[in-house]
């Protein structure tokens, strides 16, 4: 297996198309607002700094018409910019390194947005890393990402928490313990009432 083969199989490419309509991406009862998306009344903003980051989010979607036997869920993962490298030369893609692990979402990923602006037509190739593995996600994001920004990670089927948080992140491991052992789960499902958590 030559180095090049290696690359092009831990890069994953989700081409953001601001013409595609993503809406059947989304969870149900998904709104998508000019600075926030809110998924059954939850904002994707506010679960991210009650939680921290990484953090996750499962919800319903509606059933595949092409793969009816797929699982009707999607898992929102929610990621924050920690450094942002600018193109240099002939190279015109941005890199950010995100503070999630990307290998376990990258075969799932159908979907990425910045969060403050998930409606932004101004998107440029945007290559996104972590420094807990070599995986790459390669997308189209808005040229003014920077550091500090939330990216949210649309992907098929179920996510834990303990998937996505980098193993070189210990306090995170130990909340999402804590947060099993207290609730139960480690991640946040849906729920129909915003009130209740």
């Keep these: 297996m030559t180095v090049l083969h290696t690359v ?10 601001p013409r595609r309509d993503v809406r059947k991406l989304w969870p149900t009862d998904t709104e998508v607002r000019a600075h926030d ?8 903003t506010d679960l991210a700094r ?7 989010l499962i919800a319903p979607t509606g059933p595949s018409a092409v793969h009816p036997e797929a699982d009707a869920h999607v ?3 929610v990621a924050r910019i920690i450094a942002r490298e600018e193109p240099h030369g002939w190279h015109r893609e941005v890199v950010v390194t995100v503070d999630c692990a990307l290998h376990a979402l990258a075969p799932l990923v ?4 910045l969060l403050h602006s998930p409606r932004a037509r101004d998107l440029a190739p945007t290559t996104l890393q972590t420094a807990s593995d070599g995986t790459r996600l390669k997308a ?19 996510l834990s928490l303990s998937q996505v948080v980098p193993r070189e ?10 947060e099993t052992e ?16």
Excluded: M
Excluded at 8 to 17: E, K, M, P, R, Y
Excluded at 37 to 44: C, D, F, P
């Design 8 to 17: 092009l199989h831990s890069t994953a490419f989700v081409w953001n198309d």
């Design 37 to 44: 998306i809110v998924v059954a009344g939850r904002s994707l």
């Design 50 to 56: 009650e939680r921290r980051t990484p953090c996750v």
């Design 75 to 77: 898992t929102l993962v």
């Design 110 to 113: 159908t979907h990425i947005d």
């Design 140 to 158: 189209r994001l808005p040229q003014a990402c920077a550091r500090g920004d939330l990216v949210v990670f649309t992907c098929t089927g179920t």
């Design 169 to 178: 992140n210990p306090g995170a491991e130990r909340d999402d313990a804590e």
């Design 182 to 197: 207290a609730t139960g789960r480690a991640c946040r499902k849906y729920q129909s009432d915003a009130g209740v958590d």
